[in-house]
């Protein structure tokens, strides 16, 4: 049995779920719609350029969460999930995680997006196992903080080495799937490189290196 890890956006879905979702919390009226989403796409602009300092983009887009319950953030997420992200899974993603299935191996998706989107999105995949971005929780209330290592860049090798201490895994004929340069470091660390969908930096890293380039739909 070996480990399937998956990235989430633009690699399992056609889309960004935390883009996705901040455009959703303009819909239900927990930002104003204009100015929020013209910060978040200057931020994902960085993001794709590799330029981006997570630490910057969770800041605000944790913001509209400050104060709400993990309940209440639940509640919404749920719908948002079924009617936003269900539509913009790839075929050929459910695909794959079908033959990992029928091979025996462990899933797993690493995303640098927030646990409580990751998670949801995994549940409607069947993964249930998710390293993702946690957040803070002050007396019962999301504090629109991080907690921990994030888990993008560097940051997912990070906390998947912590991951598979505690589990008493290995990285041995693991698989990882990616469409992001920002993803390289850990793409580098598995036996199974795969990429998806793949940006120009990781296209030309990917040919040169002999992995595999996936177009997935």
Not at 96 to 122: E, M, N, P, T
Not at 142 to 154: A, D, I, N, P
Not at 159 to 173: F, K, T
Request: charged residues 20%.
């Amino acid at each position: 049995m070996a480990l399937a890890i998956f990235d989430l956006d633009e690699t399992l879905i056609d889309g960004d779920c935390a883009s996705l979702w901040a455009t959703h919390m303009a819909d239900i009226q927990w930002v104003d719609r204009e100015s929020f989403l013209a910060r978040e796409q200057e931020l994902m602009a960085l993001y794709s350029q590799g330029k981006l300092a997570m630490e910057d983009y969770m800041a605000y887009t944790l913001s509209p969460l400050v104060g709400r319950t993990e309940e209440e953030v639940e509640f919404v997420v749920g719908p948002f999930v079924e009617d936003v992200i269900e539509p913009i899974i790839y075929s050929d993603a459910m695909r794959c995680l079908a033959q990992h299935r029928a091979a025996g191996d462990r899933l797993l998706v690493i995303s640098a997006s927030a646990h409580f989107l990751v998670s949801a999105i995994a549940e409607r995949l069947g993964i249930a196992e998710v390293l993702a971005i946690d957040l803070e929780q002050q007396h019962g209330h999301y504090s629109g903080k991080t907690q921990g290592v994030l888990t993008y860049r560097e940051g997912k090798v990070t906390r998947l080495q912590a991951w598979l201490q505690e589990q008493g895994e290995s990285l041995a004929g693991a698989y990882f799937y990616s469409d992001s340069r920002n993803d390289l470091p850990l793409l580098s660390q598995v036996d199974f490189p795969y990429a998806v969908n793949p940006d120009p930096t990781l296209r030309a890293h990917a040919e040169q290196a002999g992995w595999p380039i996936l177009s997935w739909k």
